[in-house]
């Protein structure tokens, strides 16, 4: 019959210590009997040692030797059973020069030779083994007999019997398998524990499971859209799937390491450690927008899963400015409608040159105003995205000026990145001159560039920033907007625009404006290319920014 294997883990396990757990104990009373023998054989064959010592060290069993002849109830007989039983030998045998008995414990083997060879004894050295002779098998040992010159004369035999060594190490067994037992039901105890232990947290799953379960973990982690970081109890990182490495730049090594180590100081570190209490937490990292949410475990570890919003805040931007650009126009088109009836009422009164010049000079504003744009700005997008956001600025009040200062050529390595900046800074600044009522509100951009580096300076007239926030503005997830507001996605504008100032190598800061209000600057290395033709003469722009 075919013995199956248990497939549950915890059975399993109780079977492999079981397996072990005797084994060992097995292994160990056989390696503990093994050197016992030895020992006892050692003990027994040296206590006969001494005692062939103690006897050739009788001058009288010499004198007897050397004057009396061998014989059953002489005096060397007597002496060498006296002290066979004084010492619980099996045998004391006397023997002379020539191997003869002088003495034995069948006293019919007294005159005959010994069944061993005592060549060795007789030239004088002393002897240890285990031996069978006429008595049976005995630990024996054999010392030279001298006489007062020191002369050998003769030898003394002594034996222990094998069976006396033999019933030590049986009469040691029990005890030995009562200690081994109690090991063994200690290590069953243990081995019973162990498993009920893993019973409940592998809640029973079999090997095949787990096994299966793993690598459907690893393929999910790995082929999700999220990322997703686990951490143990001392915050290092236990887990990082594909995702949260794309997103949070991390190297394959950092699996082990501290939050700390991998990550610069930062809102992102912070949310990730769990320093930032609250759920979907947005964080930028890489210039890429992130919600986070923190759920710890049971072992004292969290698990972070990071969802990348970029795209989507992105997009709501765009429709931001959409829905601004919209609002523009609808005004544009209430201002132009006006117009136009001014226009039919010259006309119908007959005054067709003051009509002519009422256009001419309609027309000639917003024309003006496009084309100082793109003389300035000869970059696409760029001058697009400013002729839109003056007419945002216009309906909202505020007037959108170009600084004389500026000048950007059409040599941008990526204008989508200026785009953003720009964009941010200009949504921020129009935020905070409408919280600020005054005269002539506006808002003042200047482009230009030192070499191969951009600079931007957006420049307001609204209440300023504070000294003590300069530096917390451009965190992400902090705003100076009401909490109604900044749930609508507001506290990332300012922090992209640092997020992507630094990774050109540049930087962003805020100071306060002469006259009230603040001055946003942000320096972008390397953000024109020097190999792109420049284009020589500027752009003509339409009033609604587009090419004519």
């Known amino acids: 019959m075919r013995i199956r294997w248990p497939r549950r883990v915890f059975a399993q396990v109780l079977t492999a210590q079981l397996a072990i757990t005797t084994g060992v104990t097995v292994l160990a009373t056989g390696l503990f009997l093994a050197p016992l023998g030895h020992a006892l054989d050692d003990q027994a064959m040296r206590r006969a040692l001494a005692i062939a010592q103690t006897a050739a060290a009788d001058p009288d069993l010499v004198r007897d030797l050397e004057h009396t002849a061998p014989a059953a109830r002489g005096p060397v007989q007597s002496s060498a059973e006296r002290i066979r039983r004084a010492t619980g030998a099996l045998y004391v045998v006397v023997m002379d020069t020539r191997g003869v008995r002088w003495s034995h414990t069948n006293a019919a083997e007294i005159g005959h030779h010994v069944s061993t060879d005592p060549a060795r004894t007789l030239a004088g050295q002393e002897v240890r083994q285990i031996d069978t002779g006429t008595l049976g098998r005995s630990a024996r040992a054999k010392v030279p007999l001298r006489d007062g010159r020191g002369e050998i004369v003769g030898a003394v035999s002594v034996g222990i019997g094998y069976d006396s060594v033999h019933g030590l190490l049986l009469g040691a067994i029990p005890g030995l398998l009562r200690y081994a037992g109690a090991a063994l039901a200690a290590g069953v105890l243990a081995a019973v524990g ?79 450690a769990g320093r930032v209490a609250g759920s979907d937490l947005l964080a930028v990292s890489g210039g890429r927008v992130l919600v986070a949410n923190r759920v710890p475990t049971r072992d004292g570890g969290a698990v972070v899963t990071l969802r990348d919003r970029t795209e989507l805040e992105l997009l709501g931007r765009e429709l931001d400015s959409t829905q601004g650009l919209l609002d523009a ?143 917390r503005i451009f965190a992400e997830g902090w705003s100076t907007k009401s909490a109604t507001v900044a749930s609508r996605g507001r506290g990332i504008g300012l922090a992209l625009v640092r997020r992507l100032a630094e990774r050109y190598g540049g930087m962003a800061r805020v100071t306060a404006r002469a006259g009230g209000g603040a001055v946003f600057t942000v320096v972008l290395p390397e953000a024109l290319d020097p190999a792109l033709p420049a284009s020589a003469a500027p752009r003509q722009l339409t009033a609604t920014g587009e090419s004519p």
Request: include cysteine; proline fraction near 4%; hydrophobic fraction near 45%.
């Open 194 to 272: 162990v498993a009920r232990s893993l019973r409940r947290r592998t809640h029973g799953v079999a090997t095949a499971d787990i096994s299966a379960l793993l690598d459907e973990r690893e393929a999910m982690l790995h082929g999700i859209r999220e990322g997703v970081v686990a951490f143990d109890r001392r915050g290092r990182i236990r887990l990082v799937n594909d995702e949260a490495a794309r997103l949070l730049g991390l190297t394959s090594d950092a699996a082990g390491r501290a939050l700390d180590e991998v990550l610069p100081p930062g809102r992102t570190t912070d949310v990730l």
């Open 329 to 471: 126009l609808r005004a544009q088109d209430h201002e132009h409608a006006n117009q136009l009836h001014t226009v039919r009422g010259l006309l119908e009164l007959g005054r067709y040159d003051m009509a002519v010049e009422f256009v001419a000079e309609v027309a000639s504003a917003h024309r003006a105003s496009a084309e100082q744009i793109a003389e300035r700005v000869h970059d696409p997008l760029l001058s697009a995205l400013l002729v839109g956001k003056a007419a945002i600025a216009a309906e909202r009040g505020v007037s959108l000026r170009i600084s004389s200062a500026t000048l950007l050529p059409d040599a941008v390595v990526d204008p989508r990145d200026l785009v953003t900046v720009l964009g941010n800074l200009i949504d921020n600044a129009l935020d905070a001159t409408a919280e600020r009522r005054c005269a002539e509100p506006f808002v003042e951009v200047e482009l230009r560039t030192e070499g191969s580096t951009a600079v931007v300076r957006v420049s307001d007239t609204g209440p300023g920033v504070p000294p003590g926030m300069r530096d």
